[in-house]
């Protein structure tokens, strides 16, 4: 069954490819980590900017360009402007230092990993057999956000792992939910725009009716 985000969807979504593309974004940083953990902090700075900063502004184009499409857009909107004001601000400060890093790099992260774990939720509820690993990766997330803001003296090269983890869950989180869009643009585009205008009359007057009675 689809999740209540997936319901809410009203027509065939535009750019469902791009949170692909910050999914593949954001993996690939993570194997840059993964594969240069002793690389300098101005070079992991640079890295997490631009990668935050890009993917921001993408999420943004794809909120703005579906906020007549989907019902809950705002939270792509929201993912999309943190992320960019991240980005921003680590470009502007190149030279932060790693605690500064952290601390930036882990809030993204969180805040990234707890809309996950709700998306999860939601498809749980819906009976979705799916759920399981995304909230595995939300909480994941989640987790190694906490090491990041809370506990920034784990200095050297694990840190370096840890955010490698952040970026390489937040990455599949970001492929499922495309693939996920895939589909649910697929199904809609088979449906006639009649029998669409139909159901969304029928869904208006299911809800003036409910409002009514409570």
Known sequence: MRTQFFNSIKDAVKHWYIPLIVGILFIGVSILVFSSPLGSLLTLSIFFALSFLLGGIFEIIFSVSNRHRLENWGW???FG???TLIGGLLILNPQLSLTALLFYVGFIILFRSIGAISFALDV????????????????IGAIVSFFLIW??????????ILVAMGFLFGGLFNIYF??????????????????????????????????ESH
């Open 76 to 78: 792509a909107l929201a």
């Open 81 to 83: 402007i943190m992320t």
């Open 124 to 139: 749980k509820r819906y009976g979705s057999k799916n759920w399981g690993l995304l909230l595995a990766f939300g909480i």
């Open 151 to 160: 506990n920034p003296a784990f200095a050297g090269i694990s840190v370096v």
């Open 178 to 211: 495309s693939i996920q869009l895939r589909r649910a643009h697929k199904n809609m585009k088979k449906i006639s725009p009649e029998l669409r205008e139909r159901y969304l009359e029928l869904e208006e007057d299911l809800k003036k009716e409910w409002n």
